[in-house]
């Protein structure tokens, strides 16, 4: 009897504006290291073996990806032009635009367009311990600071416990037939999980590390371009 292997599809929403990094180009399209910011991801993402195709989620007048040479990451690569909004509204984008590829119980790894230190060992580790994971699950960070509540005023209202609170990352990988029923009725998350988590189920926390940085602020560039120098010598 031959046995069914599920896909593994890639979907990276970059239709946003990235509206607190102060520039007027939109922060996927960032230069980083003499590339676009979101080729980093692109490029990790495209070498995974266990990744079939990698969409990448644009706007429908996005101009920019046209001026830059995509060839070189090889044919897994394919741009859907159909993004909206929200983060949301682009992966459901997304997940409607491949639905006659995707089988309902192929995976669906959906990866920040703003995460460029994305590593082979990230998306390793994700796809080996969600393998038979009823439902799937995130990538993740214990939090190690302390957290403070603010009012209104920005003063502190209260000191948050950590115990047990980790820091969501990206990527989120979920059944295609699963993540888009959840995204189909919780249009107002920010993020996979949420959806899923609505939809009354327990996505599992995979610990990634630190270096899976997310860029949201100028300084965050700087951060991402020492990350991907000093990469090689650190431990997975």
């Known amino acids: 009897m031959q046995t069914f292997h599920p896909r593994h599809f890639a979907i990276v929403p970059a239709?946003?504006?990235?509206?607190?990094?102060?520039?007027?180009?939109?922060?996927?399209?960032?230069?980083?290291?003499?590339q676009p910011l979101i080729r980093h991801s692109l490029a990790t993402l495209c070498a995974a073996p266990e990744i079939d195709k990698v969409f990448v989620v644009l706007s429908v007048g996005d101009a920019q990806w046209a001026s830059y040479d995509w060839s070189t990451l090889g044919p897994k690569l394919v741009p859907l032009f159909c993004g909206g909004p929200t983060r949301a509204d682009s992966v459901l984008a997304g997940l409607r635009a491949i639905s006659g590829e995707a089988a309902q119980s192929d995976?669906?790894?959906?990866?920040?367009?703003?995460?460029?230190?994305?590593?082979?060992?990230?998306?390793?580790?994700l796809i080996r311990e969600l393998a038979h994971d009823e439902v799937g699950g995130l990538l993740a960070v214990p939090v190690a600071d302390t957290l403070?509540?603010?009012?209104?005023?920005?003063?502190?209202?209260?000191?948050?416990?950590?115990?047990?609170?980790?820091?969501?990352?990206?990527?989120?990988?979920?059944?295609?037939?699963?993540?888009?029923?959840a995204l189909?009725?919780?249009?107002?998350?920010?993020?996979?999980a949420s959806a899923v988590e609505a939809a009354g189920l327990r996505p599992r926390l995979i610990e990634g590390d630190a270096t899976n940085?997310?860029?949201?602020y100028p300084l965050d560039l700087h951060l991402a371009e020492w990350i991907l120098n000093n990469r090689e010598g650190m431990n997975r």
């Open 15 to 34: 239709a946003g504006t990235g509206s607190r990094m102060a520039s007027e180009l939109p922060k996927q399209y960032l230069p980083l290291l003499g």
């Open 107 to 125: 995976w669906v790894l959906v990866h920040d367009a703003a995460r460029p230190c994305l590593a082979p060992w990230h998306i390793d580790k």
């Open 213 to 216: 940085l997310k860029v949201t």
């Open 148 to 181: 403070k509540r603010a009012d209104s005023q920005r003063h502190v209202a209260a000191t948050v416990p950590r115990d047990s609170l980790w820091q969501a990352q990206t990527p989120q990988m979920f059944r295609y037939v699963m993540l888009r029923r």
């Open 184 to 192: 189909e009725s919780a249009h107002h998350v920010t993020d996979e």
